[in-house]
């Protein structure tokens, strides 16, 4: 049988992470993980994310962003999922995710009709792992092998959302610093996983000081291509609706490929948080920006190797968290809810 290249990426990137420093929790994902007891799990998402490109061209761009949220706090669980209770302050109320992270109601979705296949199998957490990488493939990207089996968290916390997701006004420095506090590195990592803005849509408030008083300098960013400045100034004028949404990449704004990479290098990238990759003196991140505009291939087999990675931070599996009947709430009180709170206990 023939294997492509980011086929055997993944197949190696799996190996070494099974030999890691936690070969427990590593051990215990599998690419087969659903293999006998919930066959069709990624054809069943697929399927709904297709459903939704119908009427929702941003919604693969969400989905991934979901997954990335939820990953760099307190790692891939599906906290990011759950609503607030009395004993839970939800991330979804988070800064970086308040009237900005959508596509819950899609997860529901594909949860429901998961359950309808295969009962209590399949976690919220592989749900939103499984989501992105069929979100990139539909979208032009590359396409990979997800490691399954992980739990879902019995609790959220807001404040580390608050500490942890990187955010579109920060400095290259700041950037580095939060992928590497979550065990991803500051260079290759950050840059290929910045590159999921290739498709989807930003805010105005996101990127409007850098068109207007950027720094308080009361001048837009030096580093903005002046015709782009233009076209965003008209999109998004001084004092107007900062929830107004364009595109993050004006190449090919629904497509995933290199072009994001394209745009930084004539200063075309839409947040502060992109352009800064390139526009660092000095940064090691300039050289990669322009190897992944020169060549879409590394940029797709460096994407592959740090989603896996990010995908397998800090996850629960074996008889710690719970598979959640329903993504935004943990399970109730039930005797199996109660052994796996005690057991997962931190």
Not at 16 to 26: F, K, Q, T, W
Not at 313 to 330: A, F, P, Y
Request: with cysteine; aromatic share 6%.
């Amino acid at each position: 049988m023939h294997l492509s290249p980011l086929m055997l990426v993944a197949i190696a990137l799996y190996a070494i992470l099974v030999g890691s420093l936690r070969p427990l929790a590593y051990a215990q994902l599998s690419p087969t993980f659903y293999d006998q007891s919930c066959p069709n799990v990624s054809n069943i998402i697929r399927g709904v994310i297709q459903e939704s490109l119908q009427s929702d061209s941003r919604i693969g761009a969400s989905l991934i962003r979901l997954h990335f949220h939820d990953c760099f706090v307190n790692g891939c669980d599906a906290s990011i999922l759950l609503d607030n209770t009395d004993t839970i302050e939800s991330e979804k109320q988070a800064a970086a995710n308040n009237n900005s992270a959508r596509g819950f109601d899609v997860v529901d979705t594909m949860k429901a009709r998961l359950e309808s296949a295969c009962p209590g199998i399949v976690s919220c957490a592989d749900i939103l792992t499984v989501a992105a990488q069929q979100s990139v493939d539909l979208a032009g990207g590359p396409t990979w092998t997800n490691l399954l089996g992980r739990r879902d968290s019995l609790t959220a916390s807001r404040s580390q959302a608050n500490l942890s997701i990187p955010g579109p006004f920060e400095t290259l420095d700041q950037l580095k610093s939060k992928f590497t506090a979550v065990g991803l590195n500051n260079n290759t990592d950050l840059v290929a996983l910045s590159g999921a803005h290739t498709f989807g849509r930003a805010q105005c408030r996101t990127f409007s000081p850098r068109l207007y008083n950027f720094n308080n300098t009361n001048s837009p960013d030096p580093t903005l291509n002046t015709t782009y400045l233009q076209t965003l100034q008209q999109i998004c004028p001084q004092g107007g609706n900062g929830s107004v949404i364009t595109n993050l990449d004006l190449t090919t704004p629904d497509t995933f490929d290199n072009e994001y990479f394209s745009n930084l290098l004539i200063g075309e990238g839409l947040l502060q948080s992109d352009q800064e990759l390139f526009n660092t003196t000095g940064a090691d991140t300039v050289a990669i920006v322009q190897n992944f505009s020169a060549n879409q291939t590394a940029f797709f087999e460096s994407f592959v190797t740090s989603m896996l990675r990010m995908g397998n931070l800090s996850v629960l599996t074996g008889t710690t968290g719970e598979i959640r009947l329903n993504c935004s709430k943990v399970n109730g009180n039930s005797s199996a809810g109660a052994e796996t709170l005690l057991v997962s206990s931190m």
